[in-house]
């Protein structure tokens, strides 16, 4: 079965500096891998998606991820945090169900970011 | 142009109540997907739709529960007899085609709070 274990519950860093969000996955095929963020009272919003055509994604509002298999790692990154980037984000693996794929999130990763 | 909504935005039940909630997701859009999602906690599949046929409600926690989209557009979550342990934030999300490399959109969520 398809999942995905993100690795810490909790991050906090400083503004400007860089933003690490750890993700691994179990998959016992080529996964489609995303993050998704959440801000208070909003929608989810997707950051960035692997579909197998680069090993290194880039997405939205600086955010990037890098596929490593042979870690089964899908890291999130960011160069320098923003104040605005405190939000919890989740590492979501498409899993194949009866019919159709329906995405299974992790527990998700709380980012503070301090001034 | 306009995302999925949700309505309504906050529902308070007592324990025994029967609730719906509403799905309207992006027109045009095929597929179809609540989420239930427990404080703390990443969201959970519940239900899929393609159309109007429900394709898979294997995430349905238990006979309470049904969803229907009968002319393949808005979305109903019927929740019957609701318990303590449905409070959660309930999750829309519509997607233009199947595949596992689709990206789902999602709507704020309702969140139902069952006294």
């Known amino acids: 079965a398809q999942s995905v274990t993100q690795l810490d519950s909790h991050v906090s860093v400083s503004e400007g500096t860089p933003v690490l969000l750890r993700c691994n996955y179990s998959s016992s095929y080529s996964p489609s891998l995303f993050w998704y963020v959440q801000h208070p009272n909003k929608g989810l919003q997707l950051l960035l998606k692997y579909t197998s055509a680069a090993t290194l994604v880039k997405g939205i509002n600086g955010f990037e991820a890098e596929f490593k298999k042979s870690e089964t790692s899908f890291h999130l990154t960011k160069p320098s945090a923003h104040m605005s980037d405190a939000a919890e984000y989740f590492c979501?693996?498409?899993?194949?169900?009866?019919?159709?794929?329906?995405?299974?999130f992790g527990k998700g990763t709380s980012l503070l970011v301090t001034p | 142009g306009a995302g999925v909504s949700q309505s309504p935005r906050y529902k308070v039940a007592k324990r025994g109540q029967d609730v719906a909630l509403r799905c309207d997701p992006i027109?045009?859009?095929?597929?179809l997907f609540w989420y239930q999602q427990a404080l703390g906690q990443g969201p959970e599949f519940l239900t899929y739709?393609?159309?109007?046929?429900?394709?898979?409600k294997s995430g349905l926690p238990s006979d309470r529960f049904f969803a229907e989209r009968p002319e393949g557009s808005v979305s109903t979550l019927k929740i019957q007899r609701t318990q303590q342990e449905d409070s959660a934030v309930y999750l829309c999300a519509s997607s233009l085609r199947t595949g596992d490399y689709n990206e789902q959109f999602f709507g704020p969520g309702t969140r139902l709070t069952v006294l």
């Open positions: 739709f393609q159309n109007e046929a429900q394709l898979d």
């Open positions: 027109s045009g859009h095929v597929s």
């Open positions: 979501v693996v498409s899993v194949l169900s009866n019919s159709g794929y329906a995405l299974n």
